[in-house]
């Protein structure tokens, strides 16, 4: 189940002891501003969390889903997230309590 906007603003009111409305003023800060130094092609980085940073995908040939057809891909940017150690450490220490409470290890 994906997380909604709303539901995420929620959350960080509830967590931070504020309110939605400043919750949402701090999350659209937080976008605005991630997104500016994405188009400034910015390499972003969050110690224990991660980092992103804007890719250009070379150009490639790919398929049309509904007549199977060959296309062109042309080249584009997309923006990546790369988890840090830390994160990863915790999502992985995360799944094993998981997997734990089911009896498998």
Not at 10 to 26: D, H, L, P, S, V
């Amino acid at each position: 189940m994906a997380v909604l906007k709303k539901e995420f603003i929620n959350r960080m009111a509830e967590n931070g002891g504020i309110t939605k409305k400043a919750a949402k003023q701090g999350y659209e800060l937080f976008v605005g501003t991630l997104m500016d130094y994405m188009s400034e092609n910015e390499k972003v980085m969050f110690s224990g969390f991660g980092r992103f940073e804007m890719k250009t995908t070379k150009e490639r040939r790919g398929r049309v889903p509904l007549s199977g057809a060959e296309c062109v891909i042309p080249e584009h940017r997309v923006m990546k997230f790369h988890a840090s150690e830390t994160l990863t450490d915790k999502i992985g220490e995360m799944r094993r309590e998981e997997l734990n409470t089911y009896g498998i290890e």
